[in-house]
């Protein structure tokens, strides 16, 4: 056992003995968990509890052997805003577990805590002291949280994007309904693109006009009645 209790560390010991099972550094000054110690491959109890811990890095628990090493850790009582992703990943292997006390800040980024906890729930010993400290629903049960009461919802497009779909959702509709009365009343549009534009379709002049000149020579169709119409014969 290696006991370093109420000493002022500010930082994880350097020097271990090798084969140290039980590390007991509670009542310090620790400020963050960095950085590799390769004694640590050895620890199966880790006591951090009543420190000043804000981060604890990735490579910390790199450090941490699987299946036989860390079985018990205490980190409560610390300054944590949140849980490692890396602490995460290593529930599996420890059978206790105590992050309760802590400085959680709470908002919808902390939701995936509350289905984390309830996986975890057997190894958290402390589950009741896990409360959001900081941010929304401060003193409530990270365990207890509701996606409604921390304003979770999915994310809204935004107002200029509903405008924008909605523009081009007209467009689309407009563009539609055009083509479909071109194709519906196509010898009528041809008329109206006569008369308004002075447009004119040259297959409508017929083979048996040739050697005449119109200025205009519209076929306009009512059902199966064909009326062709003719204007200013040169």
Same mark, same amino acid.
């Given at each position: 056992?290696?006991?370093?209790?109420?000493?002022?560390?500010?930082?994880?010991?350097?020097?271990?003995?090798?084969?140290?099972?039980?590390?007991?550094?509670?009542?310090?000054?620790?400020?963050?968990?960095?950085?590799?110690?390769?004694?640590?491959?050895?620890?199966?109890?880790?006591?951090?509890?009543?420190?000043?811990?804000?981060?604890?890095?990735?490579?910390?628990?790199?450090?941490?052997?699987?299946?036989?090493?860390?079985?018990?850790?205490?980190?409560?009582?610390?300054?944590?805003?949140?849980?490692?992703?890396?602490?995460?990943?290593?529930?599996?292997?420890?059978?206790?577990?105590?992050?309760?006390?802590?400085?959680?800040?709470?908002?919808?980024?902390?939701?995936? =805590?509350?289905? %984390?906890?309830?996986?975890?729930?057997?190894?958290?010993?402390?589950?009741?002291?896990?409360?959001?400290?900081?941010?929304? =629903?401060?003193?409530?049960?990270?365990?207890?949280?509701?996606?409604?009461?921390?304003?979770?919802?999915?994310?809204?497009?935004?107002? %200029?994007?509903?405008?924008? =779909?909605?523009?081009?959702?007209?467009?689309?509709?407009?563009?539609?309904?055009? =083509?479909?009365?071109?194709?519906?009343?196509?010898?009528?549009?041809?008329? %109206?693109?006569?008369?308004?534009?002075?447009?004119?379709?040259?297959?409508?002049?017929?083979?048996?006009?040739?050697?005449?000149?119109?200025?205009?020579?519209?076929?306009?169709?009512?059902?199966?009645?064909?009326?062709?119409?003719?204007?200013?014969?040169?």
């Amino acid at each position: 056992m290696y006991s370093c209790e109420s000493v002022h560390l500010t930082h994880l010991p350097k020097n271990v003995p090798p084969g140290t099972q039980i590390m007991l550094l509670k009542n310090n000054s620790i400020i963050e968990l960095c950085g590799r110690y390769p004694y640590l491959r050895n620890v199966t109890h880790l006591n951090l509890a009543f420190n000043h811990l804000t981060r604890i890095c990735e490579s910390f628990f790199s450090s941490l052997s699987k299946g036989e090493g860390l079985k018990f850790l205490d980190i409560s009582y610390n300054k944590l805003s949140g849980i490692p992703v890396a602490l995460r990943n290593k529930i599996d292997y420890i059978h206790s577990l105590k992050i309760g006390s802590n400085d959680f800040y709470c908002d919808c980024n902390m939701i995936w =805590m509350k289905s %984390w906890l309830e996986e975890a729930s057997n190894s958290v010993e402390d589950i009741k002291d896990v409360k959001c400290q900081e941010g929304l =629903m401060i003193g409530t049960k990270i365990s207890k949280l509701k996606d409604v009461k921390m304003g979770c919802y999915p994310k809204k497009i935004p107002d %200029w994007g509903i405008a924008l =779909m909605a523009s081009f959702g007209a467009f689309l509709v407009i563009i539609g309904l055009l =083509m479909f009365i071109t194709i519906r009343k196509w010898q009528e549009v041809k008329f %109206w693109l006569y008369k308004n534009f002075d447009i004119i379709d040259k297959r409508d002049l017929g083979e048996n006009l040739d050697g005449k000149k119109f200025d205009a020579l519209i076929s306009y169709r009512y059902g199966i009645n064909l009326i062709k119409l003719f204007t200013t014969i040169l």
